[in-house]
């Protein structure tokens, strides 16, 4: 069945890629605010503990995390939506997409756990960017979709 076929699952996609960029602003106003405004302390025993030790410390941190988790969430279950629809265009943007908030996590893990290291932070920043122009292609391709059924329809 074509996804043009399926006007729930393109709602859906479209939803969930909504709640995904609502949620990155929201995530990006968190990490500038932590860049600019929290004095993260160096710490010299790294790793885990220095990962636990800001988890404990630092409410904006924990903030951080835990919407980084729900970006993910909303990311897997875009790619899960995107699968069922059988677009392949929205297969790989929804793909590239989590890849990409798998990055992003990934380099803000390592940013807390190496002493800070910019590269991390700006991975982390790169890995965000990638990831918002996936899901603004996947809405473009949505659009586009749906604009074929208004046509289809005349």
Known sequence: MKVM????????????????????????WLGMTIN???????????????LIFY???FWLVISHAIIAIVI???????LMISLKSGSRAL????SLGLA???????????????D??????IGMAMSAISAVVA???SLYYIGSIQSENVAMRI
């Open 135 to 137: 899901y603004a292609v």
């Open 55 to 57: 988890l404990a410390h």
């Open 91 to 94: 297969v790989v943007t929804g």
């Open 116 to 121: 800070q290291f910019f590269g991390n932070s």
């Open 72 to 78: 993910l969430a909303v990311s897997a279950k875009f």
């Open 5 to 28: 076929d399926r006007p729930q699952i393109i709602r859906s996609l479209k939803v969930h890629a909504f709640v995904f960029l609502g949620l990155i602003l929201v995530q990006f």
């Open 36 to 50: 600019l405004e929290v004095s993260l302390p160096t710490l010299s025993y790294g790793g885990f503990s220095a």
């Open 100 to 114: 990409a908030v798998l990055g992003a996590i990934y380099n803000g893990v390592a940013f807390l756990t190496s």
